[in-house]
């Protein structure tokens, strides 16, 4: 496949026309590897300072996004506390397109049909910048957690356990 030139997605259009830094980050795309964990490791960026986005639904039915480290796991039910919910789990793959408008391994926080609830694991404030999903596999957008909260409205939340107190950054 023949390169045109660089990626625009419409999380790039969103964030430069909210005048928001950022950098763009492209990697190839390996099918049978959709993680974060394989982007920051070919982008040769600290596991976590790579965010991956899950969808979840609460137990009354409503939906809401959490980003976390690429190599941590959600805890669901600080997950679903921080959303106001008994419980929650995260949706069926099959539900995540009709969702979201994404695709596995190239859902952003940023972009999706309709704006949801996104808290984001208070490890990012630990750094200046972090990678989430340009909302293409294989392209990552870098900025400053501070920048995707508030373009989103999200709140920093315990969602893995790992609290930032308890870190030391790299």
């Known amino acids: 496949m023949k390169k045109t030139g660089p990626c625009k997605t419409n999380v790039i259009r969103l964030l430069q026309s909210a005048g928001i830094s950022f950098t763009v980050k492209e990697y190839p795309v390996d099918e049978g590897d ?8 070919f982008l040769d960026i600290p596991l976590e300072r790579v965010f991956k986005t899950l969808v979840l639904r609460g137990d009354s039915g409503a939906h809401f996004v959490c980003c976390i480290p690429a190599a941590a796991e959600v ?4 997950a679903a506390r921080a959303f106001g919910e008994k419980s929650a789990r995260l949706i069926p793959v099959r539900e995540l397109l009709p969702l979201t ?3 596995r391994g190239g859902c952003s926080p940023l972009g999706m049909k309709k704006q949801f609830p996104l808290f984001i694991d208070g490890t990012a404030e630990l750094f200046d910048s ?3 999903s340009a ?4 392209v990552q957008v870098v ?3 501070a920048d995707l909260a508030g373009l989103t409205g999200a709140r920093f ?3 893995t356990g790992v609290t930032p107190s308890r870190r030391n950054p790299p």
């Open 157 to 159: 939340s315990d969602l």
């Open 135 to 138: 909302g293409q596999r294989g």
């Open 101 to 103: 408008g994404y695709l």
């Open 143 to 145: 900025l400053a957690p």
């Open 75 to 78: 805890d669901l039910k600080k």
């Open 130 to 132: 972090i990678g989430v």
């Open 34 to 41: 959709l993680s974060a964990v394989h982007a920051a490791r």
